[in-house]
């Protein structure tokens, strides 16, 4: 008879797993205490980079008007945009205020991670896939302030309410899919493809185990196509300049390249080795001191269709490979975040399926979920400031003379020297656009960044050729990143001379170029 109501029409009966116990619910929400506790700690202590600086910037302008001209050139739909905006004018830091959505919407992606399993098994499975996503290195977008937290809330909004739709079949949980679609939309470029393939993926599963077909989705489906409307053309026309040069580069090392496959180990917990001997020692005397099991009290019951839309995300890493190499032909890990849900979704299904043949699975998922948890809130804790240096504290930046323009060769750290300089120092600092040099060399996304948003940007952004006309000598700062430096080099080309005033070798890695150098110059003619 089970196997007859599992491919039947009848929605698989599991409300059991919406009950929550008291205890449960205690801890959950401990959980979530005091992850948010340290989110709002990190966010208010972490320093603002330059992707945050472009949503700054363009959140604040003077009026709703301008800022729906600009977003375009930051290459984002305007959801995170219209959410940090009034949050700006409350008597909190700016880190916080822009950080404040990606925070919630972080936990809200967490929950919603324990909700989707937690209808197909027990809460341990639960909690070790909450504390599995919370882990990962993903969990540095819950105090950014991009629309990457967004992204994943709708994607899970969207999984979640299809899930109880497919439990209990009332119309109402569809209202849940097109909020979390258009939501999804609204929040990134790629948002259409987060929450509409995995949901494509389980439904057409669904309708396979059911042998019909569900129309009712389909149109609850159906409003991205206006979403993509209203979002799709303006980001495209605001990113022009950019994705042409993309294109005719022979140079861009942004490239969709199955290298980037190695980026899975970002997705799942770091090793830690005393945290691990720890969980195991707390698992062998849980293990002593436990009695056998005869029965299981709750009964996994996953249906496949939710095996389906945790293997696709899963996928998504190389999925957004695909797509970007079809589409705009840049990549970058974040694009790929999706399998990190993925990946925390499908371990502890298949763990809690294990369960029925090793009694010990429940006692290994409570260990990882006690492991990833500890270790989710210590990443996270100390990501609260800049791993690498920051220039406004570096000696050598202020090795020269107080008085001489500084031009700063990096793009990337151009906005966050100029937002946390005093007023006497901003007035100094200078970055120098060539985009038809930048287009030569192998990192152009930063530069073109700086240009596409000149108009609503503060900074002091001027041509090449027309600052060197002017000013005979100044200050170059070189912060060791070869592949975002192109000007030191130019300089040397065109004689004129560099004289190293200080340098100091950076204390750590920076990105993928190792150790490198902090370099201020006088320059001359």
Avoid at 217 to 239: D, E
Avoid at 355 to 363: D, F, K, N, V
Wanted: charged content about 15%; hydrophobic content about 50%; aromatic content about 12%.
């Amino acid at each position: 008879m089970a196997m007859i109501r599992a491919s039947g029409s009848t929605p698989p009966d599991t409300t059991h797993a919406l009950r929550l116990s008291s205890s449960e619910k205690i801890l959950l929400g401990l959980v979530g205490a005091i992850y948010f506790v340290i989110a709002v700690y990190s966010a208010l202590r972490r320093t603002f980079w330059f992707d945050e600086l472009s949503t700054l910037f363009i959140t604040s302008t003077p009026t709703l008007r301008t800022m729906f001209h600009a977003m375009p050139t930051d290459g984002n739909p305007p959801l995170y945009f219209l959410l940090a905006r009034p949050l700006l004018y409350l008597p909190i830091k700016t880190e916080l205020a822009l950080r404040l959505p990606s925070a919630f919407a972080y936990l809200f992606t967490m929950f919603a991670i324990y909700w989707f399993v937690r209808r197909d098994t027990r809460a341990v499975y639960a909690f070790f896939a909450a504390g599995m996503f919370l882990s990962t290195k993903i969990h540095l977008y819950a105090i950014e302030g991009r629309a990457y937290s967004l992204l994943m809330a709708f994607t899970l909004l969207t999984l979640c309410t299809w899930q109880s739709y497919c439990r209990s079949g009332k119309p109402l949980a569809l209202g849940g899919v097109s909020v979390g679609i258009v939501g999804a939309i609204l929040s990134h470029q790629y948002g259409v493809i987060y929450a509409m393939l995995p949901l494509a993926v389980g439904e057409a599963v669904r309708c396979m185990r059911l042998r019909k077909f569900d129309y009712r989705v389909f149109v609850a489906a159906a409003v991205f196509a206006p979403a993509l409307l209203i979002t799709v053309p303006q980001m495209l026309h605001g990113q022009k300049m950019l994705l042409d040069a993309i294109r005719s580069s022979t140079f861009f090392t942004g490239y969709p390249r199955l290298r980037y496959l190695k980026m899975y180990a970002y997705m799942l917990p770091p090793v830690s080795y005393p945290l691990i001997a720890l969980a195991a020692l707390v698992l062998v005397l849980k293990l002593a001191i436990s009695k056998p099991k005869t029965e299981l009290k709750e009964t996994p019951n996953c249906p496949i269709e939710d095996v389906a839309v945790a293997v696709t995300l899963t996928l998504f890493l190389p999925l957004m490979l695909a797509a970007t190499r079809l589409g705009t032909n840049i990549f970058q890990l974040r694009y790929g975040i999706g399998s990190a849900i993925g990946l925390s979704i499908l371990i502890p299904l298949l763990l809690s399926r294990i369960e029925l043949r090793w009694r010990h699975a429940a006692s290994l998922a409570w260990a990882g979920a006690v492991y990833c948890l500890a270790i989710g809130m210590l990443g996270l804790w100390v990501t609260r400031t800049r791993p690498e240096i920051s220039p406004l504290q570096d000696p050598v930046f202020y090795a020269g003379p107080r008085t001489e323009p500084i031009v700063v060769a990096d793009a990337l750290e151009f906005s966050p020297l100029w937002w946390y300089a005093d007023p006497a120092l901003r007035v100094r600092l200078h970055y120098l656009e060539d985009l038809d040099y930048a287009r030569e060399h192998s990192d152009m996304i930063p530069e073109y960044s700086l240009a596409l948003e000149h108009d609503y940007t503060p900074m002091q952004m001027e041509n090449y050729q027309s600052f060197l006309a002017a000013h005979q000598h100044f200050l170059l700062y070189s912060y060791g990143v070869p592949r975002l430096e192109w000007i030191k080099q130019r300089l040397v080309n065109e004689g004129w001379h560099l004289t190293l005033l200080s340098s100091a070798k950076q204390t750590g890695p920076i990105g993928d170029v190792g150790q490198q150098y902090r370099e201020l110059f006088q320059v001359s003619r």
